[in-house]
């Protein structure tokens, strides 16, 4: 009994060790603050820090938070993420040969389950019972989160008469067309597809 009684302590102070050990070998690292929508710039507001045993991780530095500030989200980044350099753009939506045009959304003109950033859309004038496409594929940048109490989502808002507006991301030469239908309150959104 007595020589089990010191194995059990010897093997409880040799765990108790190993494991002061690891937590001492914790290094702080980036994580999302919240969640980051894709297409978003970052900002420091976006990044926060935690410590982690990072052997074998391809995890940021929290020292290399300068050095995302700027950048764009790949994809949509969930809160508490760890962070690592290929989820991130040097580019966001906005790019050369594309404009945003923000839309006001009627009730009705949009998918029920709403709009994220990042979704492909196709822009429809609604004229007279006729829909007329102005815009094949459109990526939405911002949109309103109809599950936040905030009611905004990336940028988007709600407008007046329970409407919404979103900023769509489209060829130079849509732009007026579309900026002409929003103005008369003719604009839908059809979903194409979810996410960039």
Do not use: C
Request: aromatic share 2%; charged share 15%; net charge neutral.
């Amino acid at each position: 009994m007595i020589g089990l009684a010191v194995l059990l302590i010897v093997g409880s102070a040799a765990i108790a060790g190993l494991l002061a050990m690891r937590i001492d070998s914790r290094v702080p690292v980036l994580v999302a603050a919240h969640e980051i929508p894709v297409g978003a710039q970052i900002t420091l507001a976006d990044l926060a820090t935690q410590r982690v045993a990072s052997d074998g991780l391809e995890v940021l530095p929290a020292t290399a938070a300068d050095q995302l500030v700027g950048k764009y989200a790949a994809g949509t980044i969930p809160a508490g993420r760890l962070l690592d350099q290929a989820m991130f753009a040097q580019t966001g939506f906005l790019r050369d040969g594309a404009v945003a045009v923000g839309v006001s959304l009627a009730p009705g003109r949009m998918p029920a389950s709403g709009l994220r950033a990042g979704d492909r859309v196709q822009v429809v004038d609604v004229k007279d019972g006729v829909g007329v496409v102005l815009v094949e594929n459109a990526t939405v940048s911002s949109a309103p989160d109809t599950t936040s109490s905030s009611g905004a989502f990336g940028g988007g808002s709600t407008g007046g008469s329970g409407s919404v507006v979103a900023t769509l991301i489209v060829p130079p030469s849509s732009a007026p067309g579309v900026a002409a239908s929003s103005a008369a309150n003719r604009i839908a959104v059809v979903l194409l597809r979810r996410g960039a």
